[in-house]
């Protein structure tokens, strides 16, 4: 007879896992995850008030690396995030049901899907954003990366960088790879901020501190709506008249001799608008808390800019921008002594996995000489980030544009985080800058 071990998590210890203010607080939850890594590493979470279904939480690189690569083993389908609680997900399923496709997620995308169906729209687009293909951007990007750094420059020598340049400058790159036009880029931030930020009261705009999962859903539902019309009419003029960009693509495609659903058109352009913006803005912004932080690394990378890779890629793994993807086991599969069982759902949390003290040295420190830095900000597997070169193409050209025009960074007071327990960062970073 075999023994099935089945740790379960203190309930304190479950509310600092599925609390989007614990997120926020940052430090007091990478403590619970060491001490949760070292005595129970496979864990079960039980949601005190039974808002969330529970799932077990992966905090061992190991273990969130192999769950990745396995996904054959462990789906994105049906819930691949705990973004929505059960109220939420019952509201989703209301909704899709209309549209005739009942399913817990608002937004069908890459993210939520599987094999087979996963790798022929993940292919779509797959080569456009490959470092060769990029290389034929670069120039445009470099030029949105020096026009930014000139605001920042031009608004100092106080300012706030996050509305200034984390959030605007990504953003303003995946809307042109998406064919968005200037003038609408803070209708989609608005959105976006809407579909993530709705954990958190200062990005809502909706300036109530707790609002109810109904709320929020609602929240949510008016800006997936809101996407999907705006998404519709992008993708009937690229048919009139098509270009390079992905929006092209996108709108022709054909899979299996058929054009890809309305629904599947209107989600991969979301995922990619919405993946494509917050995560790098909160990457961005880590980059500059960890330099502002260290004015003699600032100077040294100032000095010698065959370091800023080195930064870009620590920042990534140092802020982790999403904070975590869930999997649902196929079938049984054994964790040490931990047995999961088939249709159990998984955490993989990617700030645990990140902060593993087996695999990165001294992990709560910015070190941007950090050998062999494989972290797992990006995922690992078929779901890998899409958009990973694009990214620290970003991140680079923005640090080599700001070094030429800043000479130091200070802090200018408190920077703060976002509470969300899918994609998190900074919200605010006051910084006083030294410019020519
Ligand atoms: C997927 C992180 C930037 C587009 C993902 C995943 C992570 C991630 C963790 C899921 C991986 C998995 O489940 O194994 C990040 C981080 C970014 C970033 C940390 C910035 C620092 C971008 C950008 C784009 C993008 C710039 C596009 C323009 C996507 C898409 C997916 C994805 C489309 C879904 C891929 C799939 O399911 O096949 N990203 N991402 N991301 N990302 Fe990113």
């Not at 109904?214 to 098509?242: C, H, M, S």
């Not at 299996?256 to 995922?271: K, W």
């Not at 990457?283 to 004015?295: F, Q, V, W, Y």
């Not at 003290?357 to 070190?367: G, L, M, S, V, Y």
Request: with cysteine; charged share 25%; aromatic share 8%.
């Amino acid at each position: 007879m075999t023994t099935v071990t089945q740790p379960v998590a203190s309930p304190e210890d479950a509310i600092a896992v599925i609390d989007p203010a614990s997120y926020a607080a940052w430090g007091p939850l990478l403590d619970t995850f060491d001490r949760l890594r070292s005595e129970t590493p496979v864990v079960r979470i039980e949601s005190p008030d039974g808002e969330f279904d529970p799932f077990w939480l992966l905090t061992r690189y190991d273990d969130a690396m192999r769950v990745s690569k396995d996904n054959a083993r462990f789906l994105n389908a049906p819930r691949a995030t705990v973004f929505t609680n059960k109220t939420g997900e019952a509201f989703a399923r209301q909704i899709t049901a209309q549209q005739g496709d009942e399913s817990p997620n608002l937004v069908s995308s890459l993210v939520v899907l599987d094999a087979p169906k996963h790798p022929k729209l993940r292919r779509l687009t797959q080569e456009w954003f490959m470092p060769k293909n990029l290389r034929t951007i670069e120039a445009q990007i470099r030029e949105l990366a020096a026009r930014t750094v000139d605001r920042l420059v031009a608004a100092g020598p106080e300012c706030d960088f996050v509305p200034l340049v984390a959030a605007p400058y990504p953003l303003h790159v995946v809307m042109q790879i998406l064919g968005v036009p200037e003038e609408d880029e803070p209708r989609m931030l608005f959105l976006t901020q809407q579909m993530f930020g709705g954990q958190d009261e200062d990005l809502n705009k909706s300036g109530m501190a707790n609002l109810s999962p109904e709320q929020i859903l609602q929240i949510v539902t008016g800006a997936v709506k809101d996407f999907e019309t705006y998404f519709e009419g992008l993708a009937a003029q690229r048919r009139a008249n098509p270009t390079s960009d992905v929006a092209t693509i996108l709108a022709n495609a054909v899979i299996d001799g058929e054009p890809i659903s309305a629904r599947d058109l209107a989600g991969y352009y979301i995922i990619v608008a919405a993946a494509g913006h917050d995560t790098t803005s909160a990457s961005t912004a880590g980059a500059m808390l960890a330099l502002a932080r260290d004015p003699e690394q600032f100077a040294r990378v100032k000095a010698d800019r065959s370091l800023v890779p080195g930064i870009v890629e620590e920042a990534i793994r140092w802020t982790t921008p999403v904070q975590h993807f869930m999997r649902t086991a196929a079938e049984d599969a054994q964790f040490g002594d931990v047995t999961i069982k088939a249709g159990d759902w998984l955490m993989i949390n990617y700030v645990a996995a990140n902060h593993d003290p087996a695999q990165f040295a001294d992990p709560r420190r910015f070190d941007a000489t950090r050998e062999a830095n494989r972290h797992l900000a990006f995922g690992a597997g078929a779901h890998q980030c899409l958009g990973l070169h694009l990214a620290r193409l970003e991140m680079r050209l923005l640090f080599e544009a700001l070094l030429d025009r800043v000479d130091a960074v200070e802090l200018a007071g408190e920077p703060r985080r976002a509470k969300s327990t899918f994609v998190g960062g900074l919200k605010t970073l006051p910084l006083r800058i030294t410019a020519r």
